[in-house]
């Protein structure tokens, strides 16, 4: 029953690591954006573009 365990909260880590690096990945892309003079509202429309969010998830990134 421990390599069940040990297995669901490795699955757990991993899922939150890759969350937190899509996060960063948004976040980065929004910075270049910004920095570029790119519009917040062309920003929003990208990044819901590439990353298939929905434009409520998409404005807290802004």
Not at 30 to 44: A, E, F, M, R, Y
Not at 45 to 56: A, D
Request: charged share 25%; no cysteine.
């Amino acid at each position: 029953m421990g390599g069940k365990v040990l297995e669901y909260e490795a699955k757990t880590i991993r899922r939150e690591g890759i969350k937190q690096g899509i996060e960063q990945g948004i976040e980065g892309t929004v910075s270049i954006l910004k920095n570029l003079g790119v519009p917040p509202q062309t920003i929003l429309v990208k990044i819901q573009e590439q990353y298939h969010l929905s434009p409520e998830a998409s404005e807290k990134y802004l």
